[in-house]
Structure formats: structure tokens, C-alpha cells
């Protein structure tokens, strides 16, 4: 799975805001030392955890959580933001926009309660990572991350 730019640093600003990757598991994406060339997979054989680098099969012992940078999902973030609350995802694609003048092609937007927030992005997955964000910081948001 290819990771843009985009999304690699909205991960590490996520994870700067707390988002803590508790347990690896078969099937999560990381970032390997903060690399962005070095973004690897988990797969399990038996009880061993394994990666793929550089078509080599590595064993990952040493995989410490909090050293890595967790690169979640669509199905993981939309977990993540049900468990702190939201409900009602929207997601839509806004053919025929231009990315440099509104943020991105794709808007995703989320309710809890009353309160109701959206981002936009290049790709949906870049859209929730900045929703996620916004849930980790709250009233401390970067409207920043939104030009990113």
C-alpha cells in the first residue's frame, strides 16, 4: 500500500498528539524510524510477527509501538473516531475540484452531539487522519494541517 506525504506527516502529528498504537497486529502499517521510504506491513506466520523489507522476511522482535509511527486504516480511524464518539461519516468526492484551491477532491465529516466537523483532502484516508487529529487536540487544532 502506497502512503502519501500528506498522510505520513499527518500520522506523526497524530501520534505527537497522543494516538497510541497499543498492540501491533497482523495487517497494521507503520512507519520504520520515521523513514517515509520505509513504510512496512505486518503479517504473522505461526506466533511470529513479520514485515516485509526489501523483499526479505524479517523477524520483528524488536517492533516496539512506541517508537513507531502507526499509519492506521480507513476501517481502524473510523473505529477510533466511533469509540470517541462520532457518528453520521460522510464521505464525498468532489469531482471536477482542483486540489491547491479547496483542501482536496474528497471531504469526509463526523457528528458527536451537536457539535459537527468535516476535513478535506487528496485522499479519504488523508481527510480522517485530519479528523482524528482534530479529535486528539480538540479546541488546540492547527487549521494548518487542513493547507497541509
Same mark, same amino acid.
Given at each position: 500500500?502506497?502512503?502519501?506525504?500528506?498522510?505520513?506527516?499527518?500520522?506523526?502529528?497524530?501520534?505527537?498528539?497522543?494516538?497510541?498504537?497499543?498492540?501491533?497486529?497482523?495487517?497494521?502499517?507503520?512507519?520504520?524510524?520515521?523513514?517515509?521510504?520505509?513504510?512496512?506491513?505486518?503479517?504473522?506466520?505461526?506466533?511470529?510477527?513479520?514485515?516485509?523489507?526489501?523483499?526479505?522476511?524479517?523477524?520483528?522482535?524488536?517492533?516496539?509501538?512506541?517508537?513507531?509511527?502507526?499509519?492506521?486504516?480507513?476501517?481502524?480511524?473510523?473505529?477510533?473516531?466511533?469509540?470517541?464518539?462520532?457518528?453520521?461519516?460522510?464521505?464525498?468526492?468532489?469531482? +471536477?475540484? %482542483?486540489? !491547491?484551491? $479547496?483542501?482536496? &477532491? *474528497?471531504?469526509?465529516?463526523?457528528?458527536?452531539?451537536?457539535?459537527?466537523? +468535516?476535513? %478535506?483532502? !487528496?485522499? $479519504?484516508?488523508? &481527510? *480522517?487522519?485530519?479528523?482524528?487529529?482534530?479529535?486528539?487536540?480538540?479546541?488546540?487544532?492547527?487549521?494548518?494541517?487542513?493547507?497541509?
Amino acid at each position: 500500500m502506497k502512503f502519501t506525504d500528506k498522510e505520513i506527516m499527518l500520522a506523526k502529528r497524530m501520534k505527537e498528539a497522543g494516538l497510541v498504537w497499543s498492540s501491533p497486529q497482523p495487517g497494521n502499517w507503520f512507519l520504520l524510524g520515521g523513514d517515509p521510504s520505509l513504510v512496512k506491513f505486518i503479517r504473522i506466520t505461526n506466533h511470529y510477527w513479520y514485515i516485509s523489507a526489501h523483499r526479505k522476511i524479517c523477524e520483528v522482535w524488536w517492533l516496539d509501538s512506541g517508537r513507531q509511527v502507526w499509519l492506521p486504516l480507513w476501517h481502524q480511524c473510523r473505529e477510533m473516531l466511533e469509540e470517541a464518539g462520532w457518528r453520521h461519516f460522510h464521505l464525498t468526492h468532489n469531482i +471536477g475540484c %482542483r486540489f !491547491e484551491d $479547496d483542501g482536496g &477532491a *474528497i471531504s469526509v465529516s463526523v457528528e458527536r452531539g451537536s457539535e459537527s466537523v +468535516g476535513a %478535506r483532502g !487528496e485522499t $479519504d484516508l488523508e &481527510a *480522517i487522519y485530519k479528523l482524528i487529529y482534530y479529535d486528539l487536540v480538540g479546541d488546540k487544532y492547527d487549521s494548518s494541517v487542513e493547507g497541509m
